[in-house]
């Protein structure tokens, strides 16, 4: 069985500070991992996701998010927030079976004050 | 453009109707998901669908039907029975290839259901 928890289901920063949006989760296996931005009224698009290979993966929007396996942790990150990154995100953990299934946590929204 | 449809972006309907929610997608993709989004509680899957006329019920599929009689297409039905349906649905596609499990999901832009 897989889970995946997120820490904190809003988060507010300001404008230009660190963004850092936990993520914690449970896997049999060796995980895939997915991070989605949803805005508001709109579906989830891929920020950035991790497979095999090096641990710290780099999306769109300068995110980024480091696997740690000891930790059982993927945490995304973003050095300095912008305005236009205030949105709900959601960490996915998969697949757990051969129809290439997700599980989601529950998300996060993210509030950046100007 | 490639991508996955949803029509329409808002429905309402009243209690004891059906109601029928579209997804299409033309990025050829075999497997096709629902997914029913609340306040709080993340995406919560309904249905999936890995291959045309097969699909399998997901956490949350009871008061939903389903159909996938074409790749493209796979048709989401709210009936009476689903005690609670207002909320916001999403529709998702992925490839399927043997051996390789890491492919993402795709998602569409959602429908936002609402029974008066």
């Known amino acids: 069985a897989q889970s995946v928890t997120q820490l904190g289901s809003h988060v507010s920063v300001s404008e230009g500070a660190l963004v850092l949006l936990r993520c914690n989760y449970s896997s049999s296996v060796p995980p895939y991992l997915f991070w989605y931005v949803q805005y508001p009224n709109q579906g989830l698009q891929l920020l950035l996701k991790y497979t095999t290979g090096a641990t710290l993966v780099k999306g769109i929007n300068g995110f980024e998010a480091e696997f740690k396996k000891s930790e059982t942790s993927f945490h995304l990150t973003k050095p300095s927030a912008h305005m236009s990154d205030a949105a709900e995100y959601f960490c996915?953990?998969?697949?757990?079976?051969?129809?290439?299934?997700?599980?989601f946590g529950g998300g996060t929204r993210l509030m950046v004050k100007p | 453009d490639g991508g996955i449809t949803q029509s329409p972006k808002y429905l309402f309907r009243k209690e004891g109707q059906n109601v029928t929610l579209s997804c299409e997608q033309n990025?050829?993709?075999?497997?096709m998901y629902w997914y029913r989004q609340d306040p709080g509680q993340g995406l919560r899957l309904i249905y999936y669908?890995?291959?045309?006329?097969?699909?399998q019920k997901g956490d949350i599929a009871e008061g939903y039907s389903v159909s996938r009689e074409k790749k493209e297409s796979f048709p989401l039905t709210v009936t009476s029975a689903q005690k609670n349906p207002t909320a916001f649905y999403l529709c998702?596609?992925?490839?399927?290839?043997?051996?390789?499990?890491?492919?993402?999901?795709?998602f569409g832009p959602g429908t936002r259901l609402t029974v008066l």
């Open positions: 998702a596609s992925s490839i399927l290839f043997s051996g390789k499990l890491d492919n993402e999901q795709f």
């Open positions: 669908s890995q291959i045309v006329n097969d699909f």
């Open positions: 996915a953990v998969g697949p757990y079976n051969a129809g290439n299934m997700l599980t």
């Open positions: 990025l050829n993709h075999d497997a």
